[in-house]
């Protein structure tokens, strides 16, 4: 029962975490443009520009939500197997220098100058691109490494086709033969097994990472036999359906528990099956 508490506290940081981004952004924009309306209408920066109220309480808010979001990710990541990432260091160091910006402004709010001000602002927006880096950290953690920029080097690098189009492209039957399965077998590894995979297990069991000293991410690797991830035919006796249909809350299962992109009945049905049509 408690377990499930602090689960769930610490499950709140995939929601907070997007309060302090957005709300240090904003308040960065807001003293950044006033200092440049400032330049812009050539008046004195000495005389005219001091931390704007708005985005004092912007600051304000970023600061409690960073508060937040930095003590649940701490609890979420607290049992990871995996080492201390730049993630969480960032993290960290992103709240201490909300912290320290949040010390900027209140000095600069007390002294009636333009150069703590200025400090202020310098801070602030240190801190802005700190979150952001940051986030987009973490966003590789949930979403797999490369999410976000994946689609965009397959535009620049549209002459070199990607590793699927090349296994789907270079005669199925010769490669469907190389793996002794049929070629049904393999259309449907293509289509539909590895895309699985790709999706929940590769960025711990792929070119990168090589958790449990496995890869997942070529047919090559999933059939080898030194892995005896699959057992042909017998999905039963295989590891991966073995690890795949866990109770979620077993250490072994995977992906593991604290993960996301569990395997849903389906896909989990898909491979099952799938494994069924391989001949020994
Ligand atoms: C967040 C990282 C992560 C993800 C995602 C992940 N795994 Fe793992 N996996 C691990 C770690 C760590 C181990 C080694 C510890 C262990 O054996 O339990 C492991 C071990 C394994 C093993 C045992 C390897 C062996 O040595 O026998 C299998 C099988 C496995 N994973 C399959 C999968 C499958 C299938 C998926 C996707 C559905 C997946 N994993 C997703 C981290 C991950």
Same mark, same amino acid.
């Given at each position: 029962m408690l377990n499930h508490l602090i689960e769930f506290i610490a499950r709140t940081h995939l929601v907070v975490l997007h309060f302090p981004i957005a709300l240090i952004t904003v308040a960065a924009i807001i003293e950044s443009t006033r200092l440049l309306h400032i330049k812009l209408t050539r008046r004195s920066i000495s005389d005219h520009f001091r931390p704007s109220q708005s985005a004092s309480i912007i600051l304000a808010f970023a600061l409690a939500s960073t508060l937040i979001a930095t003590t649940t990710g701490i609890i979420l990541g607290f049992d990871e197997t995996t080492a201390v990432d730049l993630h969480r260091i960032l993290g960290i160091a992103s709240g201490i220098l909300i912290l320290i910006t949040t010390i900027a402004l209140l000095i600069a709010l007390k002294k009636a100058t333009h150069k703590p001000a200025l400090v202020y602002l310098a801070f602030l927006c240190t801190s802005a691109l700190a979150v952001s880096i940051t986030?987009?950290?973490?966003?590789?953690?949930?979403?797999?490494?490369?999410?976000?920029?994946?689609? &965009?080097?397959?535009?620049?690098?549209?002459?070199?086709?990607?590793?699927?189009?090349?296994?789907?492209?270079?005669?199925?039957?010769?490669?469907?033969?190389?793996?002794?399965?049929?070629?049904? +077998? &393999?259309?449907?590894?293509?289509?539909?097994?590895?895309?699985?995979?790709?999706?929940?297990?590769?960025?711990?069991?792929?070119?990168?990472?090589?958790?449990?000293?496995?890869?997942?991410?070529?047919? +090559?690797?999933?059939? /080898?036999?030194?892995?005896?991830?699959? %057992?042909?035919? /017998?999905? %039963? +006796?295989?590891?991966?359906?073995?690890?795949?249909?866990?109770?979620?809350?077993?250490?072994?299962?995977?992906?593991?528990?604290?993960?996301?992109?569990?395997?849903t009945e389906s896909q989990i049905e898909s491979i099952h099956s799938w494994i069924t049509t391989l001949t020994p």
């Open positions: 986030g987009h950290l973490g966003g590789n953690l949930t979403h797999g490494e490369g999410f976000l920029t994946d689609p &965009l080097k397959q535009i620049f690098n549209s002459s070199s086709p990607s590793s699927f189009d090349s296994q789907s492209d270079s005669q199925p039957d010769t490669q469907a033969q190389d793996f002794n399965i049929t070629p049904d +077998a &393999l259309e449907t590894y293509n289509t539909i097994i590895q895309p699985i995979l790709d999706y929940s297990c590769t960025k711990c069991h792929g070119p990168k990472k090589q958790k449990g000293d496995i890869r997942l991410d070529t047919l +090559a690797y999933l059939l /080898d036999e030194d892995f005896a991830m699959i %057992e042909r035919g /017998d999905p %039963e +006796a295989s590891e991966i359906i073995y690890r795949i249909t866990l109770p979620r809350t077993d250490e072994d299962a995977m992906p593991p528990l604290k993960k996301s992109h569990p395997l």
